[in-house]
């Protein structure tokens, strides 16, 4: 009995040891540095368009949500090119927009708050842009 209560404890502190000895803080992210850069005015347009003036200024009250914008704006949404298969199975851009408006592709003017991305998702996620050698890469957010 006594062996089996051993080996049990012991087995504990070395589960409680690894739980804090964890490197990724969920509730921390590591942001660039360009994110404590004023808003662009691309930037406030984007914001505008997608969530309302009222929501912007309540945005550029709250520094964190302001980071976290700026963040997705300016790091974690890459588009690139990839020659289109009809025969490839990426989900097509089209299947997360959040407008009831079709919206036109325009690569110098892509605003990734119009979609219903998943940025709190803790791996990439890619999407094409259909029809066309276009990718959206969403990058996951960096935890410190």
Known sequence: ?????SLFLLIL???????????ENPWIIDFKENVNL??????????I???????????KKI?????????ILRNRVEILTKKFYPSENIPILSSVNKSKNKTQF?????????????????RSHIYRVQGTD???NVIPKKLK
């Open 1 to 5: 009995m006594l062996r089996i209560t």
């Open 13 to 23: 502190i070395s589960l409680n040891t690894y739980s804090q000895t964890k490197k």
């Open 38 to 47: 004023p808003f662009t005015e691309k930037e406030v347009n984007y914001i």
């Open 49 to 59: 368009t997608a969530f309302g003036e009222k929501v912007f200024e309540r945005i």
């Open 63 to 71: 520094k964190p949500l302001e980071k976290n914008i700026k963040d």
């Open 106 to 122: 325009n690569i110098n003017n892509f605003n990734p708050l119009l979609y219903d991305f998943d940025f709190d998702s803790n």
């Open 134 to 136: 276009y990718i959206i």
